[in-house]
């Protein structure tokens, strides 16, 4: 369908455990981009693919966070245990390709670190 | 690295009154995007703009690219409670690369 589905919709997790995120981008949909929105407003770049490669990771703290978009699965994004700070909506979005500007975003994820 | 700016932060406008946010990024874009987030919502394209000095309109919607391909604005006539949100401008320095998004200008309209 015409939407990217991010599951779950909420995750709450206490300090110190993992969190793992998961992004289905549109079907045909060749890029798919991560970002973090913290208080309410601001967007943080994370990573992008261009279908299973990584295209850019210059935004993804190298430490605890991962992120994989493999063939035939969804994309995902792992915390390793998380901090306080990690309290986000994470979105996923994705693209056609590289000429197509419309980017489509999820719904996101609201992670909550207790 | 690249910084995109963007002003006001909030804006409270009366229904019919007109608004406008403005977008400042410290290098030269190959593009920029603007995006609607609705409370609780996620971003909506709403349009992207390549050519210096471009014009684009959708409706009460006016987007325009300043000549140095630098700066950006959203002009809203005649708001609607249908307009509230947060616009965000997104800059890109490279046509397959990240876009930096700025913080954003959260408009509420009074009926």
């Known amino acids: 369908g015409e939407e990217v589905a991010q599951t779950p919709k909420h995750l709450v997790r206490g300090e110190g455990q993992k969190a793992k995120l998961y992004c289905a981008p549109i079907k045909g949909h060749s890029y798919v981009f991560w970002y973090q929105q913290v208080l309410k407003n601001e967007f943080k770049f994370l990573i992008s693919?261009?279908?299973?490669?990584?295209?850019?990771e210059t935004g993804m703290p190298k430490e605890r966070f991962s992120a994989k978009c493999l063939p035939n699965s969804p994309c995902s994004l792992e915390i390793q245990a998380t901090k306080l700070e990690d309290s986000a909506v994470y979105f996923c979005?994705?693209?056609?390709?590289?000429?197509?500007?419309?980017?489509?975003f999820g719904q996101g994820t609201r992670l909550t670190v207790v | 690295g690249q910084q995109v700016m963007q002003i006001p932060q909030y804006q409270h406008v009366q229904e019919g009154e007109d608004f406008t946010t403005y977008c400042n990024s410290s290098t030269t874009l190959s593009n920029i995007q603007w995006y609607k987030q609705r409370p609780g919502g996620h971003p909506v394209f709403l349009i992207q703009l390549v050519k210096s000095g471009e014009v684009k309109k959708q409706k009460r919607l006016t987007f325009q690219f300043g000549e140095a391909k630098k700066n950006s604005s959203l002009h809203i006539t005649a708001t609607q409670t249908t307009d509230v949100g947060t616009y965000f401008c997104?800059?890109?320095?490279?046509?397959?690369?990240?876009?930096?998004f700025g913080d954003g200008t959260t408009l509420t309209v009074k009926p």
């Open positions: 997104a800059g890109k320095n490279t046509n397959a690369g990240k876009s930096t």
């Open positions: 979005a994705s693209r056609v390709d590289s000429n197509t500007p419309k980017a489509f």
């Open positions: 693919f261009q279908n299973e490669n990584v295209f850019d």
